[in-house]
């Protein structure tokens, strides 16, 4: 425990060493395991656990299971010593060592290390995407990233497939349909012939009927004439 002096490394076992110990507790995230010679415990988290993926270090050790670990790493943080330890590189039957020039530990180690850089970056994808440059007008980039040279040719953002899929079917439906056009011409022209047969009906009526009333009209007067030329026969017999 700690009794308010900064905790040393002096009863810890060297690095790399390896030793069997007990499980004192058990997590969610690993279990705590007693080191043998000192009051400290050091912690092997699940990803050391086994060489396969451990979602529950119950399912592994219980409380009171002696196992074999691998001091892998001792840390000092707020006057407090921080063990790791690991049960994957180490033989459980025998407790040989299977990974002897360390080559896993330092892979996980790097593997870790690039892992918290990365987190600890603001990743502000959807920002450069919805930012639009002063430079060349195109979108997805700023104006201290832009290639374009003043007058060059201008690059935009490549659509997504739903993007292309959506303006593909805007299209469609705004797009006439021709069988529906033809349709309508067709009945367009079939409504002028109907049109223009009634008017050329009606013109033949009128102008048959103006020839009936010019025969009926030419008729009458001959038969007038016929008739006044009779009285002057008539009136010339009689007055002989």
Known sequence: MNSGRPETMEN????????????????????FIKIPGCRKQGLVHRTHMSSCRVDKPSEIVDVGDKVWVKLIGREMKNDRIKVSLSMKVVNQGT???????????????????????YTGQK????????????????????????????GGT????IPDEDEEKEEAKSAEFEKPDPTKNSRKRKKEKKKKKHRDRKSSDSDSSDSESDTGKRARHTSKDSKA????????????????
């Open 225 to 240: 004439a016929k008739k006044k030329k009779k009285k002057k026969k008539h009136k010339k017999k009689h007055k002989e």
């Open 95 to 117: 407790g040989k060592d299977l990974d002897p020039n360390n080559v896993i530990i330092e892979q996980e180690e790097r593997r870790r290390r690039s892992f918290q850089d």
């Open 12 to 31: 810890l076992p060297a690095l790399y060493t390896i030793f069997q110990g007990e499980v004192a507790m058990v997590t969610d995230y690993g279990a």
């Open 154 to 157: 201008k690059y935009s953002l």
């Open 123 to 150: 990743i502000t994808l959807e920002a450069v995407l919805n930012t639009t440059c002063k430079k060349c007008g195109c979108k997805g980039h700023f104006a201290k990233d832009c290639f374009m040279q003043p």
